[in-house]
């Protein structure tokens, strides 16, 4: 049975992130190609669909659908797999929406935009000062574009590439998210949040101050309707469970 592309990403990741020692290079090349095939109908949505809300709607056959991409008012995330090496999910943002500037501390992330136009603003530590209740420091800005699909996937590393990043949808728009390894309160990997001030003398840099999650950023959250993933959580043990079967 022909694997889906989705099946495809996820067995690349578990085999490259669960292994001894940081992917090199090629591997992380490897999984960008493979990021790159993949389109909004693979996980689920119907990147034209338009209506009242980005529920599902049934099919004639009465199956389940997809989730209609012009249909999301709010910023939405689909989460289709979290493990302790890597995450896989789908950001959905309407027209005009921010995701405001925020760090991935210690991650490699991936990400194709899947439909719709973005302007994405990213930066990299220059000198950060982590010794007071906030950080604070010196970051260069590596992005600063408009986006619009279809466009190459992205590559961040915990100090090079864009690690601390913001958007802001210009149309409705999707952004597929690989993350390795997930967020993590508990070991020491939160997400935070950064205001940026600019400096007149210094074309491409800014001071970066950590502030409070935006009292405005609300996350809701919507099924994975794409093809199931098929999950190996022990070899060993020939335990294979199915995440997210639709």
Known sequence: MERSKIQELYDACHALFS?????????????KNLLDKIEAIDVGIDEFGSCDSPTSYSNVDGSRGLLCGQGFSEITYIHIHECDYFSIGVFCLPAGKVFPLHDHPGMTVLSKLLYGSVYVKAYDWITLDCTGCQTIGLAGRVVDEVMKAPHEPSILFPRSGGNIHSFTALTPCAILDVLSPPYSEEFGRPSTYYSDITIPS????AM??????PNDLVVHGAPYLGPSIVTVYDYSLGQISFDNHV
């Open 19 to 31: 292994q001894e020692g940081l992917p090199t290079f090629q591997q992380i090349h490897y999984l």
């Open 208 to 213: 970066l101050e950590e502030k409070p999650v």
């Open 202 to 205: 210094l074309t491409g840099y």
